[in-house]
């Protein structure tokens, strides 16, 4: 009896104190409606950081239509110092692995698949990473130049170091030419 009374008396002192849960989800865990609302912007949406090299200057998204899970936007940036390119892009979003992802159509190319790892609301600020390792920081064009302390943190720890930050001095001015036309 005294076994039983003491077994039940430790059942509950630790079953109370010591009471295990599944580890909760984190809040910064971005889901399929953070990737449409990270994409649901009416202005140009910056690379303000990336982690590879490229010529490629001034990458700005700007958003054609959001529906559902399609995504039409254009690609614009500067190759080398001058030149303007850009090309029309669609993307069925989806959630694949667990992860938002953006699978990227290009004509005539292989799909590419470019996961959400991070979205701050407050900031306007998303991190993606394509699936074969290129990582970059996207910024409403309103934040820009603004304090992104939440959003530079993660990409520290998601990314590692930027090899290129935006200089929007030095970019194209995104209104100088007609949106969509290739």
Not at 21 to 35: F, G, I, Y
Not at 123 to 149: M, T
Request: proline share 3%; with cysteine; glycine share 6%.
């Amino acid at each position: 009896v005294l076994s039983c009374t003491m077994n039940l008396m430790l059942t509950i002192v630790f079953g109370t104190c010591f009471h295990i849960q599944a580890p909760a989800r984190s809040e910064s865990t971005p889901k399929l409606e953070d990737l449409k609302q990270a994409l649901n912007t009416e202005g140009p949406f910056w690379v303000n950081m990336r982690n590879y090299s490229s010529d490629q200057d001034c990458s700005i998204w700007f958003k054609l239509y959001l529906r559902k899970d399609s995504y039409l936007f254009v690609s614009r940036y500067k190759n080398g110092q001058r030149e303007v390119k850009q090309e029309k892009l669609k993307a069925k979003l989806v959630t694949e692995g667990g992860q938002p992802t953006m699978k990227i159509h290009r004509s005539g190319q292989k799909e590419t698949s470019c996961l959400l790892k991070f979205w701050s609301s407050n900031e306007k600020c998303a991190i993606f990473q394509y699936l074969d390792g290129p990582c970059e920081q996207r910024i409403w064009d309103s934040k820009v130049g603004s304090n992104l302390s939440s959003c530079d943190s993660e990409y520290s720890t998601l990314c590692g170091k930027a090899k290129y930050t935006l200089n929007k001095e030095k970019c194209i001015d995104p209104s100088a030419s007609s949106i969509g036309s290739s």
